[in-house]
């Protein structure tokens, strides 16, 4: 078996098959893109703590113990997965870049990567959406002076001193870059395209089963997947109403263009700026999946909890419903099992 990606989903799908008695290196590999342990998360912004981040859970076997809050979530999971990697044996394999899966010979997936081919009777595809930033496009998005970033490249509040910036995204990433720019910068202005919905009181399991639902509906249907924090809303707590009373979450509608010198709207509403952040999301990277031909009508690929409904061989797991740290633990134990099921030649339900 291959198991494509070592962040949470590809860790924790390698946990499960150990734990089953699968051996690394002779039943599964782990190829893994990044340079080192820690999955995206070694990419995040210095600024963003570990006691900044919200809902993150520990890999199965091993709880992240005593993290010091004030620590970059960078440095603190890289630690913590390295030490996941080595504790269990994993023998991820890095850097791996995979290029393409297609039909094989006799039933079988051929992974083509930079490191070689592998053929495989399953797949577990957990390569998330870090590397597939998503940029709007917008009329003039071209003719800007200033810098255009993602949240992808965000380097942190201090390279916005005395700058314009306008945020683009009423997600997590964007309220959390306005709060951490605001202060520097010399002027920012909110954009999005809905009006930001938040969540105020516990969001307690009830809750979170919920959006979990909703999401899972969209993947069932073939759509292409939703965040969960896209139907849940976000948190108000006391940071958010402090953000609000100042004036830094004051939301503006979707500018309908771009300029040289800023962004306009139709009614004549301009602003000037030096730099547009866009903290516009992610999409799963499966491109690589292409020749497969798994995408459905709708965009996305249908699944059924981690199984491909097209190719009961392909287990996508951190994709939709499972995209949680705690979403990914479940569905690697769930994929392993569907896996073990297929190679004893149990018949997977339709």
């Not at 004051?250 to 962004?263: N, S």
């Not at 633990?329 to 099992?337: C, I, K, L, T």
Request: proline share 8%.
């Amino acid at each position: 078996m291959v198991v494509i990606g070592a962040g949470q989903a590809g860790l924790s799908s390698a946990y499960h098959l150990r734990r089953t008695g699968f051996e690394p290196e002779r039943d599964f590999v782990v190829l893994d893109h990044a340079p080192q342990p820690g999955g995206a998360w070694q990419f995040r912004w210095p600024t963003l703590t570990y006691g900044k981040v919200h809902g993150m859970h520990s890999l199965p076997g091993m709880e992240l113990m005593d993290a010091d809050p004030a620590r970059p979530s960078s440095e603190v999971i890289a630690e913590y997965f390295d030490h996941y990697e080595q504790t269990f044996d994993l023998r991820v394999r890095r850097p791996v870049d995979v290029r393409t899966v297609r039909e094989g010979d006799r039933g079988r997936l051929l992974v083509e990567t930079s490191a070689g081919t592998w053929s495989t009777r399953a797949l577990i595809n957990a390569t998330g959406t870090w590397d597939r930033p998503f940029w709007p496009r917008y009329p003039g998005q071209e003719t800007f002076r200033g810098r255009q970033l993602h949240t992808a490249q965000y380097p942190g509040p201090e390279e916005f001193a005395g700058q314009r910036v306008v945020v683009v995204g009423g997600g997590t990433s964007g309220t959390q870059h306005l709060m951490e720019i605001a202060p520097y910068a010399a002027e920012t202005t909110w954009v999005t395209r809905r009006p930001p919905v938040f969540h105020e009181g516990p969001f307690d399991e009830g809750t979170g089963r919920a959006a979990v639902a909703l999401v899972e509906e969209r993947v069932r249907q073939g759509l292409p997947p939703q965040s969960v924090v896209s139907v849940t809303g976000l948190p108000l707590n006391d940071t958010i109403r402090r953000a609000i009373d100042d004036g830094v979450l004051d939301r503006l509608p979707m500018f309908d263009r771009i300029t040289p010198d800023g962004v306009e709207w139709d009614d004549g509403r301009r602003v000037d700026a030096d730099i547009i952040l866009w903290a516009t999301g992610f999409r799963a990277a499966i491109d690589h999946l292409a020749p497969l031909r798994l995408r459905e009508p709708g965009g996305g690929i249908r699944v059924e909890g981690t199984r491909a409904v097209a190719d009961p061989r392909i287990h996508l797991v951190g994709y939709g419903p499972s995209a949680s740290t705690i979403g990914a633990n479940r569905a690697g134990r769930s994929a392993v099992r569907d896996i073990r099921r297929l190679l004893a030649g149990v018949p997977v339900a339709a």
